[in-house]
C-alpha cells in the first residue's frame, strides 16, 4: 500500500513539473507577451472603446497575438478595424 502511494505520488509531481515546465513560450500565454501586446495597442489612441476591449479580448489568443507582432503598422490597423466590424 505504501509503495502504491509512493508511486502516485511521484506521478503527481513529475505531471506537475511538467505543466510549470511549459511556460517558456515566447509569445505564449504568458501575462508579458499580452501586456507587450496591449502596449503596442496603446499606440493606436484613436480607437474606440469598445473595439479596444474586443481587441484586447482577441489578443489574449495566443495566434492572433503572434500575427499583430508580427503586422505591419498599416496591417495592424486594417486588422483592428476588422476586429471592430465583427470576425467572420
Known sequence: MT????????MR???GKRSIDTGDATVGGDTE??????TLLN???D???VTYCKVVQELHN??????????TVDRRRAWI????GGLQ
Do not use: L
Not at 62 to 68: C, D, L, N
Not at 81 to 84: L, M, P
Open 62 to 71: 495566443f495566434k492572433s497575438r503572434a500575427a499583430f507582432f508580427a503586422m
Open 43 to 45: 499606440q493606436y489612441t
Open 47 to 49: 480607437v474606440d472603446h
Open 81 to 84: 478595424e476588422f476586429i471592430r
Open 3 to 10: 509503495e502504491a502511494i509512493r508511486g502516485f505520488t511521484d
Open 13 to 15: 509531481n513529475r505531471r
Open 33 to 38: 507577451s499580452v501586456t507587450e501586446a496591449i
